[in-house]
């Protein structure tokens, strides 16, 4: 079983906007949960990081475009993105304890 399922990547013109989903194969209420994405021919990038509150703290080049958030009850995390830019293409990964997604990819361009 996979452990987490990344969903929700797809084409989006800029000022755009996708929700990605990332489901869990266990619980994940008592762990921190980040978002990655890795652009072509650059290294991982800390997208988010969100406590087992659901506060978020996000990296400079996505404060207040991106808002990530939890539903621990259905083991899920998400990444809503707004106002998405060309240099927000990636594949975005999500991330727990030991846990790592295949990546849903996120194009960006018109």
């Known amino acids: 079983q996979v452990p987490l399922v990344e969903s929700g990547g797809g084409w989006v013109q800029p000022g755009g906007s996708l929700r990605l989903s990332c489901v869990a194969s266990r619980s994940i209420s008592n762990y921190l949960m980040r978002w990655y994405r890795q652009a072509p021919g650059e290294q991982r990038e800390l997208v988010a990081v969100l406590s087992t509150a659901g506060s978020a703290h996000y990296a400079e080049s996505v404060e207040g475009r991106f808002n990530a958030s939890r539903d621990n009850s259905k083991n899920s995390i998400y990444l809503q993105m707004n106002s998405l830019k060309p240099e927000d293409t990636a594949v975005y990964y999500c991330?727990?304890?030991?846990?790592w997604g295949q990546g849903t990819a996120v194009t960006v361009s018109s």
């Open positions: 991330n727990g304890p030991g846990m």
